[in-house]
């Protein structure tokens, strides 16, 4: 169950990041004209760990110039939050697109969550559409994708 649902709302910009592995300093405005899945997850989190293989395919298979890819890591732990840890598990784990530092969890709180993993589609308007939280759903997060990238 999601706390806070944000469909049809604007996206909220990412707020008090850390820092960024894999990408220079990202918006959420300088996202518009993109279809964005936002992936909050945290490495010591085994069911996002379960997940990583199918977002990585998402990752590759569609347009960077239509869809972004988004790892938003969101410690539960404080080993966590050591920027240091997560460059060593995104490296461990294979990770190519962009990841955002949200050690202190304000980015997480913006967008209602509660859960590890949570998955935010938002459309090249930078409306959210779409929401799911935990493992599964890859075909419908997929099929979400493929609809927003017919509307650009």
């Not at 966590?80 to 784990?93: C, G, L, M, S, Y």
């Not at 959210?128 to 650009?152: P, S, T």
Request: charged share 25%.
């Amino acid at each position: 169950m999601l706390s806070v649902s944000l469909i049809g709302r604007q996206a909220p910009e990412f707020s008090q990041l850390q820092g960024w592995i894999n990408s220079p300093p990202l918006t959420m405005s300088g996202l518009k004209g993109k279809v964005v899945l936002l992936d909050f997850w945290t490495f010591g989190c085994i069911n996002c760990v379960h997940t990583l293989p199918h977002v990585k395919q998402l990752y590759m298979k569609y347009p960077k110039d239509k869809f972004a890819l988004i790892g938003v890591h969101t410690p539960e732990f404080d080993f966590e939050k050591v920027p240091e840890n997560v460059a060593d598990a995104v490296k461990r784990f294979g990770i190519e697109y962009p990841v955002a530092l949200d050690g202190e969890n304000v980015t997480w709180k913006l967008y209602g969550n509660q859960y590890w993993p949570r998955q935010t589609l938002i459309d090249a308007k930078g409306k959210v559409r779409w929401e799911h939280a935990g493992e599964g759903a890859y075909d419908e997060i997929e099929n979400q994708i493929r609809e927003l990238l017919k509307e650009i």
